[in-house]
Each structure stands twice: as structure tokens, then as C-alpha cells.
């Protein structure tokens, strides 16, 4: 599928740092969101989430650094070109906070605000209502609506706009179960329409079901993602069972009875490293070669290129006494069941 | 006072009201147009005072702040002597001939409340969860709409300021015996009247304007719960 | 924003102008009275009948004697009828009041509980009764607001030679009515004027133990406003009515007014 032009960088952080008290609640050298994807920011409660898109939105100053958003200073002084700025952004925050008034009339406020009639406003927020799957709420005052509703309608209100940037934080954590596979798939469609989406969330697995652009904010800080092995391919059934073919090529063996594009985990402690094929009862056992060794902690991981590029975790004194160095060829092996896999959020393809 | 004023008294006072008594009714008139004119005026005075001293950001806020809770404890007697000064024939104002009248005491009744309804509005403005107007800000808003809908969003507590004030003047006494005089047909307000008829001994009819006084701040009680119990209104 | 704030200011300026002046659009002066005067209701009978004859408005203002002259000092009224002889002496000679006649007298009464403690039922001297009060252990109640029965209380002291201090002299500081109940629940002794006591006769337990000695009296005085210290005031309708009280058609209005069935006042002009 086409991107709108997906070498820029929608949003640019240069180090950007935000110091609450004597809190550094947020302290980024430098990352960039490219346009037309969707982006997950992941890490704990408290990891600065919330505190990167508020300074995106507009809502508060950096304290230092460089922040680009739209190709613009989100920053500056108020005036006319800051409020064309912040129109182009959606924002959906955590905790949504809906005017005491009616559903449709917190969704038809940014429409209203920027001085689009009443009618049109009412046609268009009663589609992005639909959208959600919240069309019937129309009419209710938002006092009388569960935490599920509110969100769903916080996020129709923030993308009746059309926004180029829509930042949505943390959407998963006070929705209904029905809600979670609307809210994907109309992301995916907003993507698919030239959106950039940034979605802040601490479920991990609902990051990658949406995106394989993650960043982990531990702290305040970017860090190393959690090491997974992410793979994507097609679930197939052969006569040695489900296998997922990876699109190298490669083929594992996986515990499923769903055929089907899939993406796949693997915990690199679940992968063994040894210099020969062992006998074992898992059914998944790669030749390859080490590409990378890093240290990290008390743990060295292995990147080995076995048709597919795979992390393995080893402690340092298998590290030792296999002698592994960048170059060894190496065996992994792990069970069908240590793959796990799940639905790729809606249809859309994308690459890392 | 004995029992027999009390219950007498009373049921004195509920012929009065019943029979249409032109000194009880006409007080209570003179009452509510005053207090309810002062009340205007102090909202249009108050509500904006409140307003941008809690989202603004000055110097000598913190002074303003503190200066406006410290009127809300201001005796009306000296509030009256304030204004006393400011209109008496021989003053500033004294032109407009305002002593003992009407007008005076709006003007006395309008500096009484405009502490109460801004203090109040500060509050509600304050005390409104600030994702309201951060909700309106990446929605889009310009700062003009930012500030009417923060508005909205505090519309109750406005409201109860408003109404507040209102029943803080319909009782107030000070003022309006001091600079409406308590002229016969001009400015003789219920509390005005109250204080004179008991001064005289005429507990009966003191009571029905009690009475009625009563029930005036009834209604506006019953009205602020009421706006207090709205949830979710629709935007006018 | 500049614009509704103007707005707001001017319709304020209408209102207060139409509320003002509004009234006035048939002449209007203001009167200066103390509260007692105001509670007998002689105003109600006398004011409307010189409204009928003169077209002149009256807005009568009633306080404390003190204040009374105080708001004729700082030119707020055009005319004061107040009863403190030697205070309104002091006013003219001032300057602050021009043309001070007497208009009527009331008499004030000494009142005190029926067992009356201090034994002074029926005597005839009123500084002799105070004195008798002050040695006995029961209670005085004092207006203490500088009123006209304020005054009075004082220059009865003085006659009897008294300093009215102790814990036995009860200063309330608030109007007749309020004192005649604190006497009344106390069971002391209080000067009140005739008129105030016939309006409370039946809510207190308190009956007249001295009455008639002419230190008693009571004379009423009217004084218009000085219109070289005020020029504003309207001297010319304030004189009209200080006229017309005096004339034969006042003085009979002042004569005939009962209340709680007895006489009030007594017309004192010409006398």
C-alpha cells in the first residue's frame, strides 16, 4: 500500500527534555515519527507517555530541545499559524474528558470551533460516530455514559477532523472488549488514508498487533525495545503440522489449528544457543550464524542469522565455554509452542 | 417574647399574606427588584472579575485573590458607609442625588456582592478539572473559545454564585436601611420593614414579612439545588 | 469586549439616573426624623396632607436623633424634626440649620416593673425618681445611642446628680422598642417616650411610675437645612413645609392624632 511520502518525519524530537520538579519526566536525544504510519509508544505507567504527547499536542513547553511537529514549531507564541497547527493535530487522551453536554455535541465542538456549519458538522459527527460504533449515543449526556463509551467517543471527537497527526493515548485501557477491534481497524483505515498515528499504550501485544514502529520509554528515556523476535508471515498446514512460513522463506513450526497471516513472538530465553543439533523434543532447530553479541545486565544476546534474523539469550558463562563470537555458527532451538501468534490488527501491510 | 407572639404572630402573619397586605407586599416588590437589579449588576462586574483572575496569570494575583475572600467577610454597614461617602449630595457623585434611594441602594447592594459573586466564580473556575479547557485547546479551539467554554464547563457554579449573592442581598439589612433610608413607598425593603415594624412592636406583621422572606430564600434555595442537580445540559 | 463594557457601564448610569430622580418629577425633599417620631404614625396622617396641598413629596428618613442632625450637617436631607433641645441649639448656632421652630411636644414616662423595687411610683419629680433608681439595686435601661430619649436620660442624671455607670446601668445602644423588651425581661426601670410605651403596653410587663413633671417634656423642633452650607438642598420647599406644619391646618392635624387610644403629641408652635 502507498504511504504519503514516508520518509518524513511527521514528528521530530531533537533533545527534547521535560523536567517536572526535580522529576526528568521525559529526556529524548533524538527520534523521529514518519508520516503515514502508525507509531507505538510503549513502557509502564510513568515512563512518559503522556508527558511526549502533551508536548506534541501543544499542551505544555518543552523545557529544552527541539520539537517539530507537522514540519512546525508546535511551541511558539499563540497567534494564527500556532492554532492552523494545533487544527491539524487529533488528540484522544487518556482519560478523556467530555463537555456536560450531548455525545454529538463534544463531537461536532471541533467542527463548530472551526466555524464549519452546523449541518456539516452534524453530518460528519454523526459519521465518525458510526465509525466507533457509538452512532446510537448521539443524543446522551455524557454524564450518563460508562468509561468504554466515553472513549469511544473521545476518539470520534478527535478524529472528525481528518487530522494529519492523531495522537491516541493510551485508547485500550477503559475500552469494552467490543470496542477493541473497531478502534484497530479504524486506525489501520486512518493509516491507510495517509494519517500518522501515534499510540501510546502499556500492553505490549496491543502495540504489536498495530505496528512494528515501536518505541519503549522507560523513565522518561527511549530504550532498547523489549527484545522479541518479531516475525510476520503465513500459518500454513503441512503434513508435519502448522508451520509459519516467514517471508524469507524460513519455516517454523508453531502450536496452532488457524491458518493464516499471523504476526509471531519469540522470548529470546526461550531460544537455546548450542554449537550442535541436541536431541529434544522441540521441533524447531535453525542453523545459523552469529551477526551481533551484545551484554546487557547479566545477559548476552546472540543476534543469529538463520534465514531469519533471531535474538537468543545465553548467560555469560555459556557464552564463555560455547566461545561464541560474531561469526560462529551456531544451532537454535526452540518448542512450537515458545511461538506465540496473533492477528495482525486489521488488513493493512506494513513493513518495518 | 412569649409563645402567644410566636403562634400568634403567625397566624397574623398568614391573614396578612393571605389578605394581599399592601405594606408586606409592596416591601417584598421593593425587595426583589433591587436585590435582583444589584444581583445583575454585580454579575456583570463579578462573574468576568472571577473569571480572569483564575486563569489568569499576573502579577499581584495571589494580592487579588486574597483581597476578594477578604471582602466576602465585609460588614454591609461598612460597605454602606463606603458607598456613603461615595454618593452623599456633597461628594463625587453627588450630582446624581442617589442618597436614599433606589439607587443607592443597588449601588451599595452591587459592591456588597460583587466580593461574593467573584469569589465563587474564582472557585468554580478553579476548582473545574483542568483537562476542560486543555480538552477544548487540542480540539482546536482559538483562546477567545477556549475561555467560553471553560465557562460552560463552570456554568453551574457560576450559576451558584449568582444565585448566592442573590440570597445574600434579599437578607441583607445594612445597607439598604443605610442608604435607602427606609423611605415609605420608595425604599422600604422587606428586611428594612422587618426592622422597623419590630422596632415599633408590630411583631405581627414583622413576622409575615419574615415569613415571606423565608420563602423567597426557599425558592432560591430550592432553585440552586436544582442547577446544582443539572448534569449535562444542552448548550443554549 | 470594550464596547459591552461601556454598554454596561451606561444602561448602570440610565438606571441609576431614572431610578433616582424619577421620583421626583413632582418635587420631593427629605426629611430627617428620629425612628420614635417615625413609629407613631403622626407622619402617615400629617405628610400626605401637606403632599395634597403643596405637590411636595416627602421621604422621611428615620434614625437616631444624632444621626438625624448628622445627615442635616452633611447637607443628605433638606429638613430635620427631631426632639433634643440643647443638640438642636447647637446645630444652628453651627450653622449647619436655619429657622429651627417648635412644632409640638410629647412627654417622655419612667417606667418600671410592677413591684416596683426601688419605690418610686407616683412621685412627682423626675430627677428625685432617677436618683432613687440609682440607689436601689435594681436595673436602669439605657437607650445609649445618643438618641433624643438618650438626652434626655442624661440631663435627668445630671439634675439628680448622678454618674450612671455600674452594672446596675444597662447601655443597650438600639432603639425604644428594643429597650422596653430588655426592661421588660430584665424587670428594671426605663425612660421611654408616651408613644413607644402605648404601642408596647401590651406585649410588656411594665407600667408608668412617674409621668408629668415638666422635665418630662418633650418639644419637637423643625429646622431646615442651612442652603448657604448646602447649596443643593432644597430650602425653598423644606421652608414651605416648616410653614405649613406651624400653620393652624398642622397644629390641628397634631392635636386630633390618637394612637393605642391616647393623645401623642401636643401642638407647641406659637406657644
Excluded at chain 3, 454596561?8 to 418629577?25: D, F, H, R, Y
Aim: proline share 4%.
Amino acid at each position: 500500500m502507498d504511504k504519503a511520502a514516508p520518509n518524513t518525519p511527521a514528528v521530530s524530537v531533537t533533545g527534547l527534555t521535560k523536567v517536572y520538579g526535580n522529576v526528568t519526566a521525559l529526556c529524548i536525544e533524538r527520534v523521529q515519527f514518519d508520516a503515514g504510519c502508525v507509531h507505538a509508544i510503549v513502557g509502564p505507567n510513568g515512563a512518559g507517555k503522556t508527558t511526549l504527547f502533551r508536548l506534541i499536542a501543544g499542551l505544555e513547553p518543552s523545557d529544552q530541545g527541539d520539537l517539530r511537529v507537522l514540519g512546525g514549531k508546535i511551541h511558539g507564541r499563540s497567534g494564527e499559524e500556532h492554532l492552523s497547527l494545533r487544527r491539524r493535530i487529533g488528540f484522544a487522551a487518556q482519560r478523556p474528558y467530555l463537555f456536560s453536554a450531548s455525545a454529538r455535541w463534544n463531537v461536532e465542538y471541533p467542527l463548530r470551533v472551526r466555524g464549519i456549519t452546523r449541518a456539516e458538522s452534524e453530518n460528519r459527527a454523526r459519521a465518525a460516530m458510526a465509525r466507533l460504533g457509538v452512532a446510537h449515543l448521539a443524543a446522551r449526556k455524557t454524564g450518563t455514559l460508562s468509561a468504554g463509551e466515553r472513549q469511544r467517543i473521545s476518539i470520534a471527537r478527535a478524529i472528525v477532523t481528518e487530522p494529519e497527526l492523531l495522537l491516541v493515548d493510551e485508547p485500550f485501557a477503559n475500552l469494552d472488549p467490543e470496542g477493541v477491534p473497531i478502534l484497530e481497524s479504524t486506525l489501520l483505515d486512518l493509516v491507510s488514508s495517509g494519517t500518522t498515528i501515534l499510540v501510546a499504550t502499556h500492553l505490549t501485544d496491543r502495540a504489536y498487533r498495530l505496528s512494528t514502529r515501536i518505541l519503549r520509554l522507560e523513565g522518561g528515556r527511549p530504550a532498547p525495545p523489549a527484545v522479541v523476535n518479531i516475525l510476520e508471515g503465513e500459518v500454513v498446514s503441512t503434513n508435519s503440522g502448522p508451520m509459519l512460513v516467514l517471508e524469507g522463506g524460513t519455516r517454523i513450526h508453531v502450536a496452532t489449528d488457524r491458518i493464516g497471516r499471523r504476526r509471531a513472538s519469540i522470548f529470546p530465553e526461550d531460544v537455546i544457543v548450542s554449537a550442535r543439533p541436541f536431541d529434544s523434543s522441540a521441533r524447531n532447530i535453525l542453523r545459523g550464524r552469529i551477526t551481533a553479541l551484545q551484554e546487557r545486565g547479566s545477559t548476552v544476546f546472540a543476534t543469529v542469522d538463520a534465514g531469519v534474523s533471531l535474538t537468543a539469550a545465553v548467560t555469560p558463562e555459556s557464552c564463555r565455554r560455547l566461545a561464541l563470537t560474531v561469526g560462529s555458527n551456531v544451532v537454535l532451538t526452540f518448542k512450537a509452542a515458545a511461538v506465540k501468534l496473533f492477528y495482525k490488527a486489521g488488513s493493512v501491510s506494513e513493513k518495518h | 417574647m412569649d409563645d402567644s407572639i410566636l403562634l400568634g404572630g403567625a397566624a397574623h402573619a398568614f391573614r396578612l399574606i393571605a389578605s394581599g397586605d399592601a405594606r408586606v407586599y409592596e416591601a417584598a416588590f421593593t425587595s426583589i427588584w433591587i436585590s435582583c437589579t444589584a444581583t445583575a449588576f454585580a454579575s456583570a462586574i463579578g462573574l468576568p472579575l472571577g473569571f480572569f483572575t483564575a486563569i489568569g496569570r499576573f502579577k499581584g494575583r495571589v494580592l487579588l485573590v486574597a483581597i476578594l475572600n477578604t471582602l466576602l467577610a465585609l460588614p454591609t454597614v461598612i460597605v454602606g458607609l463606603f458607598v456613603y461617602a461615595l454618593i452623599r449630595r456633597v461628594s463625587l457623585l453627588g450630582p446624581l442625588d442617589l442618597l436614599f434611594s433606589p439607587g443607592a441602594m443597588i449601588v451599595g447592594q452591587t459592591f456588597l456582592a460583587i466580593p461574593i459573586v467573584a469569589a465563587l466564580c474564582l472557585t468554580a473556575i478553579e476548582t473545574l478539572d483542568p483537562a476542560a479547557r486543555e480538552t477544548a485547546f487540542t480540539l482546536g479551539a482559538s483562546r477567545k473559545r477556549l475561555l467560553l467554554t471553560v465557562a460552560w464547563e463552570a456554568r453551574h457554579g457560576l450559576l451558584v454564585a449568582v444565585a448566592v449573592a442573590g440570597g445574600r442581598l434579599i437578607g441583607e439589612v445594612g445597607v439598604s436601611m443605610m442608604l435607602g433610608g427606609n423611605i415609605t413607598h420608595y425604599t422600604r425593603t422587606l428586611t428594612t420593614a422587618i426592622a422597623l415594624e419590630t422596632s415599633k412592636g408590630e411583631f405581627a406583621v414583622a413576622m409575615a414579612m419574615g415569613l415571606i422572606l423565608l420563602a423567597l430564600a426557599l425558592g432560591l434555595n430550592l432553585l440552586l439545588r436544582w442547577i446544582q442537580g443539572m448534569r449535562g445540559g444542552r448548550l443554549g | 469586549m470594550k464596547r459591552r463594557v461601556l454598554g454596561l457601564l451606561g444602561s448602570a448610569i440610565w438606571l441609576l439616573s431614572i431610578s433616582g430622580p424619577a421620583c421626583k418629577k413632582e418635587t420631593a425633599i427629605k426629611l430627617a426624623t428620629t425612628t420614635s417620631t417615625d413609629n407613631s404614625g403622626l407622619l402617615d396622617v400629617l405628610l400626605p396632607a401637606f403632599t395634597k396641598e403643596s405637590g411636595i413629596q416627602v421621604h422621611v428618613i428615620a434614625v437616631g436623633t444624632g444621626k438625624a442632625l448628622k445627615h442635616g450637617e452633611n447637607g443628605d436631607v433638606d429638613v430635620v424634626l427631631v426632639h433634643a433641645r440643647a443638640a438642636e441649639e447647637r446645630f444652628v448656632q453651627d450653622g449647619f440649620g436655619v429657622n429651627r421652630r417648635d412644632v409640638m411636644y410629647n412627654d417622655f414616662v419612667i417606667l418600671g416593673p410592677r413591684d416596683d423595687p426601688a419605690g418610686v411610683g407616683g412621685m412627682k419629680e423626675a430627677r428625685k425618681a432617677m436618683a432613687k433608681i440609682a440607689e436601689s439595686t435594681a436595673y436602669f435601661v439605657s437607650r445609649g445611642d445618643d438618641s433624643g430619649t438618650h438626652e434626655k436620660e442624661k440631663e435627668l442624671w445630671k439634675a439628680a446628680k448622678v454618674k450612671p455607670s455600674g452594672k446596675w446601668h444597662l447601655s443597650v445602644g438600639q432603639g425604644m422598642g428594643v429597650c422596653l423588651t430588655v426592661a421588660d425581661e430584665k424587670q428594671g426601670y426605663v425612660l421611654a417616650d408616651r408613644g413607644t410605651y402605648l404601642a408596647y403596653r401590651e406585649a410588656i410587663d411594665l407600667s408608668i411610675l412617674v409621668e408629668g413633671d415638666p422635665a418630662l417634656f418633650n418639644p419637637y423642633g423643625v429646622i431646615a437645612v442651612n442652603p448657604a452650607k448646602h447649596p443643593h438642598v432644597k430650602h425653598a420647599e423644606a421652608m414651605k413645609l416648616i410653614e405649613w406644619l406651624c400653620s393652624p391646618a398642622g397644629q390641628e392635624i397634631i392635636a386630633g392624632f390618637e394612637k393605642n387610644g391616647g393623645k401623642l403629641f401636643h401642638p407647641a408652635a406659637g406657644r
